[in-house]
Nanobody
Framework: QVQLMESGGGLVQAGGSLRLSCAAS????????MGWYRQAPGKQRELVAA???????NVAASVKGRFTISRDNAKSTVSLQMDSLKPEDTAVYYC?????????????WGQGTQVTVSS
């Protein structure tokens, strides 16, 4: 089984920074795409940023230039550096790993971490 553990959320003032991290535990799996999604109250979950095992990134237009995604394949971790935060970035952030586990390709999700940006 693959389990994801997130850390790093919290409360920050507008213009501030936060760093989210997500680590996978378990064995016998390969990770292809690692990503971060967010869901604000009353809104659908949306992709924030994703990174392939080759290092190709996909970043939402709303956060481009402010958020940076990175991964450490050796440690099975992904991080999201969030700078110049805005109140509209307030949401629950979820990490997502696309993994091959026992010959089955599927998505795994973290439990979510709250990010609140005050104006």
């Amino acid at each position: 089984q693959v389990q994801l553990m997130e850390s790093g959320g919290g409360l920050v003032q507008a213009g501030g920074s936060l760093r989210l991290s997500c680590a996978a535990s378990g064995s016998g799996f390969s990770i292809y795409v690692m990503g971060w999604y967010r869901q604000a109250p009353g809104k659908q979950r949306e992709l924030v940023a994703a990174i392939t095992n080759g290092g190709t990134t996909n970043v939402a237009a709303s956060v481009k230039g402010r958020f940076t995604i990175s991964r450490d394949n050796a440690k099975s971790t992904v991080s999201l550096q969030m700078d110049s935060l805005k109140p509209e970035d307030t949401a629950v952030y979820y990490c997502n790993f696309n993994c091959n586990f026992k010959s089955t390709l599927r998505d795994y999700w973290g439990q979510g971490t709250q990010v609140t940006v005050s104006s």
